[in-house]
Protein backbone atom coordinates (compact mmCIF):
# COMPACT_ATOMS: atom_id res chain seq x y z
CA UNK A 1 0.00 0.00 0.00
CA UNK A 2 3.16 2.46 0.90
CA UNK A 3 3.97 1.84 -2.59
CA UNK A 4 1.17 2.42 -3.98
CA UNK A 5 0.74 5.96 -2.26
CA UNK A 6 4.60 6.67 -3.50
CA UNK A 7 3.22 5.62 -6.82
CA UNK A 8 0.51 8.19 -6.91
CA UNK A 9 2.08 11.07 -5.97
CA UNK A 10 4.81 10.63 -8.39
CA UNK A 11 2.25 10.52 -10.90
CA UNK A 12 0.84 13.63 -9.51
CA UNK A 13 3.80 15.55 -9.45
CA UNK A 14 5.13 14.50 -12.77
CA UNK A 15 1.52 15.41 -13.68
CA UNK A 16 1.66 18.90 -13.26
CA UNK A 17 5.62 18.77 -13.90
CA UNK A 18 4.65 17.69 -17.12
CA UNK A 19 1.50 19.91 -17.69
CA UNK A 20 3.67 23.40 -17.20
CA UNK A 21 6.64 22.12 -19.25
CA UNK A 22 5.00 20.73 -22.08
CA UNK A 23 3.39 23.79 -23.54
CA UNK A 24 7.03 25.38 -23.15
CA UNK A 25 8.73 22.26 -24.89
CA UNK A 26 6.36 21.66 -27.77
CA UNK A 27 7.45 25.45 -29.02
CA UNK A 28 11.15 24.64 -28.30
CA UNK A 29 10.56 21.29 -30.81
CA UNK A 30 8.36 23.45 -33.07
CA UNK A 31 11.33 25.33 -33.99
CA UNK A 32 13.96 22.73 -34.05
CA UNK A 33 11.30 20.79 -36.57
CA UNK A 34 10.34 23.96 -38.29
CA UNK A 35 14.21 24.72 -38.84
CA UNK A 36 15.25 21.06 -39.57
CA UNK A 37 12.94 20.32 -42.19
CA UNK A 38 13.19 23.65 -43.79
CA UNK A 39 17.32 22.69 -44.28
CA UNK A 40 16.96 19.10 -45.20
CA UNK A 41 14.84 19.98 -48.43
CA UNK A 42 17.42 22.40 -49.12
CA UNK A 43 20.18 19.57 -49.37
CA UNK A 44 20.36 16.19 -51.33
CA UNK A 45 19.33 13.12 -49.97
CA UNK A 46 23.21 11.59 -49.41
CA UNK A 47 25.10 14.90 -48.23
CA UNK A 48 26.23 14.98 -45.01
CA UNK A 49 24.45 17.94 -44.20
CA UNK A 50 20.92 15.90 -44.93
CA UNK A 51 21.94 13.38 -42.81
CA UNK A 52 22.57 15.83 -40.00
CA UNK A 53 19.29 17.28 -40.57
CA UNK A 54 17.56 14.57 -40.84
CA UNK A 55 19.05 13.24 -37.43
CA UNK A 56 17.78 16.13 -35.99
CA UNK A 57 14.16 15.62 -37.29
CA UNK A 58 14.14 12.34 -35.68
CA UNK A 59 15.21 13.27 -32.70
CA UNK A 60 13.08 16.37 -32.03
CA UNK A 61 9.84 13.76 -33.39
CA UNK A 62 10.99 11.77 -30.41
CA UNK A 63 10.71 14.41 -27.86
CA UNK A 64 7.49 15.26 -29.46
CA UNK A 65 6.12 11.86 -28.80
CA UNK A 66 7.91 12.08 -25.05
CA UNK A 67 6.29 15.19 -23.99
CA UNK A 68 2.86 13.70 -25.58
CA UNK A 69 3.54 10.56 -22.86
CA UNK A 70 4.25 13.04 -20.21
CA UNK A 71 1.27 14.69 -20.81
CA UNK A 72 -0.84 11.51 -21.18
CA UNK A 73 0.55 10.26 -17.28
CA UNK A 74 -1.43 13.06 -15.91
CA UNK A 75 -4.34 12.12 -17.33
CA UNK A 76 -6.81 10.85 -14.84
CA UNK A 77 -9.70 9.96 -16.73
CA UNK A 78 -10.13 8.51 -20.25
CA UNK A 79 -9.90 10.80 -23.54
CA UNK A 80 -13.04 8.89 -24.44
CA UNK A 81 -15.91 7.12 -22.84
CA UNK A 82 -17.14 4.36 -25.55
CA UNK A 83 -18.10 0.78 -25.28
CA UNK A 84 -14.80 -0.95 -26.59
CA UNK A 85 -13.58 -4.86 -27.58
CA UNK A 86 -9.81 -5.38 -25.98
CA UNK A 87 -9.93 -8.23 -29.03
CA UNK A 88 -9.92 -5.79 -31.54
CA UNK A 89 -7.58 -3.30 -30.26
CA UNK A 90 -5.32 -6.06 -29.64
CA UNK A 91 -5.96 -7.59 -33.21
CA UNK A 92 -5.75 -4.18 -34.41
CA UNK A 93 -2.38 -3.53 -32.87
CA UNK A 94 -0.70 -6.81 -33.89
CA UNK A 95 -1.71 -6.19 -37.91
CA UNK A 96 0.05 -2.58 -36.84
CA UNK A 97 3.21 -4.17 -35.85
CA UNK A 98 3.44 -7.14 -37.51
CA UNK A 99 5.58 -6.43 -40.37
CA UNK A 100 8.34 -4.64 -38.33
CA UNK A 101 7.87 -4.87 -34.30
CA UNK A 102 6.76 -8.57 -34.78
CA UNK A 103 8.43 -9.73 -37.35
CA UNK A 104 10.95 -11.42 -34.79
CA UNK A 105 9.01 -13.09 -32.70
CA UNK A 106 6.52 -15.73 -32.87
CA UNK A 107 3.17 -14.49 -32.09
CA UNK A 108 0.28 -16.64 -30.18
CA UNK A 109 -3.30 -14.96 -29.95
CA UNK A 110 -5.60 -16.74 -26.86
CA UNK A 111 -8.59 -14.34 -27.34
CA UNK A 112 -11.58 -15.22 -25.52
CA UNK A 113 -14.20 -15.16 -28.37
CA UNK A 114 -17.05 -14.07 -25.88
CA UNK A 115 -14.91 -10.90 -24.40
CA UNK A 116 -17.15 -8.54 -22.34
CA UNK A 117 -16.73 -5.17 -24.06
CA UNK A 118 -14.87 -2.52 -21.63
CA UNK A 119 -15.73 1.26 -21.40
CA UNK A 120 -12.66 4.10 -22.40
CA UNK A 121 -10.53 5.17 -24.80
CA UNK A 122 -9.09 2.69 -27.27
CA UNK A 123 -6.17 5.04 -28.93
CA UNK A 124 -5.71 5.31 -24.83
CA UNK A 125 -5.39 1.39 -24.99
CA UNK A 126 -3.63 0.67 -28.16
CA UNK A 127 -0.61 2.49 -27.52
CA UNK A 128 -0.79 0.84 -24.01
CA UNK A 129 -0.66 -2.48 -25.72
CA UNK A 130 2.01 -1.35 -28.09
CA UNK A 131 4.15 -0.33 -25.31
CA UNK A 132 4.04 -3.41 -23.83
CA UNK A 133 4.53 -5.47 -27.10
CA UNK A 134 7.58 -3.19 -27.53
CA UNK A 135 9.38 -4.01 -24.33
CA UNK A 136 8.23 -7.99 -24.57
CA UNK A 137 10.14 -7.92 -28.18
CA UNK A 138 12.80 -6.10 -27.27
CA UNK A 139 13.09 -8.69 -24.01
CA UNK A 140 13.37 -11.59 -26.57
CA UNK A 141 16.59 -11.08 -28.46
CA UNK A 142 16.03 -14.37 -30.58
CA UNK A 143 13.13 -17.03 -30.95
CA UNK A 144 11.20 -15.62 -28.22
CA UNK A 145 7.02 -16.17 -28.00
CA UNK A 146 4.79 -13.41 -27.41
CA UNK A 147 1.16 -14.58 -26.72
CA UNK A 148 -1.31 -12.00 -26.45
CA UNK A 149 -4.54 -13.49 -24.31
CA UNK A 150 -8.10 -12.06 -22.83
CA UNK A 151 -10.41 -13.68 -20.85
CA UNK A 152 -13.38 -12.92 -19.09
CA UNK A 153 -13.28 -12.46 -15.11
CA UNK A 154 -15.85 -13.80 -12.61
CA UNK A 155 -16.89 -10.51 -11.07
CA UNK A 156 -17.77 -8.89 -14.11
CA UNK A 157 -14.28 -8.02 -15.06
CA UNK A 158 -12.08 -8.73 -18.21
CA UNK A 159 -8.36 -9.41 -18.47
CA UNK A 160 -6.11 -8.68 -21.10
CA UNK A 161 -2.10 -10.23 -20.65
CA UNK A 162 0.53 -9.47 -22.33
CA UNK A 163 3.53 -12.48 -22.02
CA UNK A 164 7.04 -13.00 -23.32
CA UNK A 165 9.42 -15.05 -23.03
CA UNK A 166 12.34 -12.90 -22.89
CA UNK A 167 15.10 -12.32 -20.13
CA UNK A 168 12.65 -11.34 -17.41
CA UNK A 169 13.37 -8.81 -14.60
CA UNK A 170 15.51 -9.45 -11.65
CA UNK A 171 13.68 -8.33 -8.30
CA UNK A 172 15.39 -4.95 -8.08
CA UNK A 173 14.38 -3.99 -11.61
CA UNK A 174 10.95 -5.23 -11.32
CA UNK A 175 10.18 -3.21 -8.20
CA UNK A 176 11.46 0.05 -10.25
CA UNK A 177 9.81 -0.98 -13.41
CA UNK A 178 6.70 1.25 -13.38
CA UNK A 179 8.97 4.48 -12.45
CA UNK A 180 8.47 7.10 -14.70
CA UNK A 181 12.19 7.50 -16.11
CA UNK A 182 13.40 4.22 -14.64
CA UNK A 183 14.66 2.34 -17.46
CA UNK A 184 17.64 -0.21 -18.81
CA UNK A 185 17.38 0.47 -22.00
CA UNK A 186 20.94 2.35 -23.74
CA UNK A 187 20.20 5.67 -24.07
CA UNK A 188 18.06 6.77 -26.76
CA UNK A 189 16.40 3.42 -26.67
CA UNK A 190 14.23 3.38 -23.78
CA UNK A 191 12.53 6.73 -22.27
CA UNK A 192 11.11 4.81 -19.23
CA UNK A 193 7.88 6.08 -19.76
CA UNK A 194 6.60 3.03 -21.32
CA UNK A 195 5.42 0.98 -18.14
CA UNK A 196 4.34 3.88 -16.01
CA UNK A 197 2.10 5.11 -18.97
CA UNK A 198 0.42 1.85 -19.20
CA UNK A 199 0.10 2.03 -15.58
CA UNK A 200 -1.55 5.48 -16.06
CA UNK A 201 -3.77 4.49 -18.49
CA UNK A 202 -5.09 1.30 -16.44
CA UNK A 203 -5.95 3.45 -13.58
CA UNK A 204 -7.83 6.34 -15.63
CA UNK A 205 -9.81 3.33 -17.20
CA UNK A 206 -10.44 2.24 -13.38
CA UNK A 207 -8.12 -1.15 -13.85
CA UNK A 208 -5.62 -2.99 -12.26
CA UNK A 209 -2.15 -4.19 -13.56
CA UNK A 210 0.24 -6.62 -12.34
CA UNK A 211 3.54 -7.76 -13.63
CA UNK A 212 4.61 -11.37 -13.13
CA UNK A 213 8.77 -11.67 -13.98
CA UNK A 214 10.78 -14.43 -13.77
CA UNK A 215 14.82 -13.59 -14.83
CA UNK A 216 15.71 -15.82 -17.70
CA UNK A 217 11.96 -17.23 -18.04
CA UNK A 218 9.60 -13.89 -18.80
CA UNK A 219 7.39 -11.67 -18.22
CA UNK A 220 4.17 -11.59 -18.03
CA UNK A 221 1.81 -8.04 -18.03
CA UNK A 222 -1.84 -8.51 -16.66
CA UNK A 223 -4.58 -6.02 -16.98
CA UNK A 224 -7.82 -6.21 -15.51
CA UNK A 225 -10.50 -3.65 -16.51
CA UNK A 226 -14.10 -3.91 -14.94
CA UNK A 227 -16.62 -5.16 -17.81
CA UNK A 228 -18.75 -2.18 -19.01
CA UNK A 229 -21.42 -1.01 -16.96
CA UNK A 230 -19.62 -3.45 -13.94
CA UNK A 231 -19.01 -1.95 -10.48
CA UNK A 232 -16.83 -3.57 -7.60
CA UNK A 233 -13.90 -5.82 -7.70
CA UNK A 234 -12.44 -8.62 -9.91
CA UNK A 235 -12.76 -12.17 -8.28
CA UNK A 236 -10.61 -15.07 -9.45
CA UNK A 237 -6.95 -15.21 -9.86
CA UNK A 238 -4.74 -18.38 -10.36
CA UNK A 239 -2.30 -19.36 -7.93
CA UNK A 240 -0.13 -16.84 -6.26
CA UNK A 241 1.16 -13.82 -8.01
CA UNK A 242 3.43 -11.24 -7.54
CA UNK A 243 1.71 -7.90 -7.35
CA UNK A 244 4.15 -4.72 -7.83
CA UNK A 245 3.39 -1.32 -7.81
CA UNK A 246 0.17 -1.95 -5.43
CA UNK A 247 -2.00 -2.09 -8.50
P1 LIG B 1 11.59 1.59 -21.40
O1 LIG B 1 11.00 0.46 -22.21
O2 LIG B 1 11.67 2.87 -22.15
O3 LIG B 1 12.87 1.23 -20.72
P2 LIG B 1 9.44 1.04 -19.55
O4 LIG B 1 8.82 1.86 -18.47
O5 LIG B 1 8.50 0.48 -20.57
O6 LIG B 1 10.56 1.93 -20.21
O7 LIG B 1 10.23 -0.18 -18.90
C1 LIG B 1 11.12 0.04 -17.82
C2 LIG B 1 12.09 -1.10 -17.69
O8 LIG B 1 11.39 -2.28 -17.26
C3 LIG B 1 12.78 -1.53 -18.97
O9 LIG B 1 13.91 -0.72 -19.23
C4 LIG B 1 13.14 -2.97 -18.68
O10 LIG B 1 14.31 -3.05 -17.88
C5 LIG B 1 11.99 -3.43 -17.82
N1 LIG B 1 10.99 -4.16 -18.62
C6 LIG B 1 9.78 -3.70 -19.03
N2 LIG B 1 9.12 -4.64 -19.71
C7 LIG B 1 9.89 -5.75 -19.72
C8 LIG B 1 9.77 -7.08 -20.25
N3 LIG B 1 8.68 -7.45 -20.93
N4 LIG B 1 10.80 -7.95 -20.06
C9 LIG B 1 11.90 -7.58 -19.37
N5 LIG B 1 12.08 -6.35 -18.84
C10 LIG B 1 11.11 -5.44 -19.01
Redesign the pocket.
Known amino acids: IEQKIQQSQKMESLGSLAGGVAHDMNNVLGAILGLASAHLENHPVGSPAHGAFSTILKAARRGGEMVKSLLNLARQNPAEQRELDLNAILREEVHLLERTTLAKVRLQLDLAPDLRPVRGDAADLAHAFM ?1 LC ?3 V ?2 MPENGTLTLGTRNLEGGWVEARVE ?1 T ?4 APE ?1 LEK ?2 DPF ?4 EVGK ?7 LVYSTVKAHGGKMELQ ?1 EPGRG ?1 C ?1 ILRFPASGVSGEPRESSGPQKIVGGL
Do not use: E, I, R
Open positions: NVNADADGTGMVALFTTKGTGLGLSSTV
